[in-house]
């Protein structure tokens, strides 16, 4: 697997997912973001690797080296420019090239890269984190047959850490991200000025204190909390009474699924794969995007009656243990691997 520039630990996780059911893994990540000693005990080999963009030569030649070396069948790809340099780096040896995609960006067949990635001898399977997202694929040109849709394996028993002690009377929302403008912070704070309920917003994330002008504006000064970057957010998570999303856009927003398998109540907006990860609406709330009206109205009546809310968050924790778990996730790409190298 060639995991230049992912900074989550999940991937790694997958990765020694599949070392400890048989698969040899080679893992060329950078081991600034990753821990090689954790994945060298489940059986990895690793290699440190660091891709600084598309055209970065050491990076293919590395890569080639690797190719020739260990007799790779298949690169499995992460971000964009590692699957154009494992592309690359295959020449024309018999290797199958797996791309990872996370996110909603456009493909050019104007773009050289996009053409090297997507084109007849791109990719060979394009790994989707959503079925939204492989909607969204197919309509740009790519062929459905190529794309196979693998949720993200999230839940291990280190998600069943203890709640942060909090020491807020009110009830806690939770927003947990970095703030970009798709995220619809500011539709939040247009939401949370029309409620009159108490309640106390917590935000863990980085880039939040270039709102603080604004959230002053709307007079929620008082109400809203900036935590800055939480390294350990779980027991933060695990503490929220609801954990908020209001995004514009959002293929399958980690923090969601980490709230739904630890049993925190959920209200986000319907974009991307959310209604996949709250089952549409029997695992959490959906509300329509950049509607803040239609939000407050949702927090006010699960703030007055909270009950219903939770009911759905246990139906959420029982169905996304299994449905978002590493073992399942494994399991597909073990099927994948070995559909590609039989052919």
């Keep these: 697997m060639v995991d230049g520039a992912d900074k989550t630990p999940y991937l790694s996780r997958l990765v020694a997912a599949l070392a400890i059911r048989g698969v040899t893994m080679h893992y060329a990540a950078d081991p600034e973001w990753k821990d090689f000693a954790a994945l060298r005990a489940a059986g990895v080999v690793c290699h440190p690797f660091r891709n600084r963009h598309k055209l970065d030569l050491r990076a293919r ?5 690797l190719i020739d070396r260990h007799d790779i069948e298949i690169i499995h790809t992460i971000a964009g420019r590692d699957s154009y340099q494992g592309l690359k780096a295959r ?15 456009p493909i050019s067949r104007f773009d ?7 084109g007849a001898r791109g990719g060979d399977r394009f790994i989707v984190v959503s079925r939204d997202l492989a909607r969204h694929m197919e309509a740009q040109g790519l062929a459905r047959e190529r794309i196979t849709q693998v949720y993200t394996g999230i839940w291990s ?16 929302l939770l927003l947990v991200g970095t703030l970009r403008p798709v995220k619809g912070f500011p539709y939040l704070l247009d939401a949370l000025a029309l409620v009159t309920r108490p309640f106390q917003l917590l935000v863990a ?10 959230i002053v504006r709307r007079g929620l000064a008082d109400k809203v909390t900036l935590l800055g970057h939480v390294p350990d957010v779980i027991g933060l998570i695990r503490a929220a009474d609801v954990m908020v999303l209001p995004s514009r856009i959002d293929a399958l927003p980690r923090a969601v699924i980490e709230a739904t398998v630890v049993g925190t109540p959920v209200i986000a907006t319907r974009v991307g794969g959310v209604p996949e990860i709250l089952d ?3 695992a959490g709330r959906l509300v329509d995007p950049a509607d803040p009206r239609s939000l407050a109205e949702t927090l006010t009546r699960d703030l007055d009656d909270p009950a219903e809310l939770r009911a759905l968050a ?3 924790q ?19 691997y070995e559909e590609a190298l039989a052919r």
């Design 61 to 65: 030649w590395f890569l080639r080296r």
């Design 91 to 105: 020449r024309r040896r018999d290797v199958r090239v797996f791309v990872r995609r996370g996110a909603y960006s």
């Design 112 to 118: 050289p890269s996009d053409r090297t990635i997507y």
């Design 157 to 172: 028993p280190e998600l069943d850490v203890p709640a942060a002690a909090l020491d807020v009377p009110q009830p806690v």
């Design 205 to 214: 994330g980085r880039g939040y204190e270039s709102m603080r002008e604004e």
């Design 280 to 282: 549409d609406g029997r």
């Design 314 to 316: 246990v139906h959420a």
């Design 318 to 336: 029982e169905r996304n243990r299994e449905m978002f778990g590493l073992d399942r996730c494994a399991g597909i790409h073990v099927s994948l």
